[in-house]
């Protein structure tokens, strides 16, 4: 079993859902994994218990509206402003 090895993913994950409000099982229907494991899985990405693929993280980032560099950002203040431009946008 994977852990958590100090990347920032989990976090920031949760922090892009929680912004539009979407729950674990909606953003991962949306992301394209099936209805029956979305939740468990997107939870386990959360926890940092499991890594997903880049194509995942790809569509992760695209139902978020968040570059995947957000998804990655080790510093919150970097994050922040990542956050900031896009809205610009």
Not at 19 to 43: E, T
Not at 59 to 80: H, M, N, Q, R, Y
Request: hydrophobic fraction near 40%.
């Amino acid at each position: 079993m994977k852990t958590n090895d100090g990347s920032p993913f989990p976090t920031r994950l949760k922090q892009a859902r929680t912004r539009l409000g979407l729950s674990q099982k909606q953003l991962g229907i949306m992301a394209g994994m099936d209805r029956f494991v979305a939740s468990a899985r997107m939870n386990q990405y959360e926890r940092g218990v499991h890594t997903p693929d880049f194509k995942t993280v790809v569509a992760l980032s695209g139902v978020l509206k968040v570059p995947t560099a957000f998804l990655f950002c080790i510093e919150d203040e970097l994050a922040e402003k990542i956050l900031n431009w896009i809205e610009l946008d």
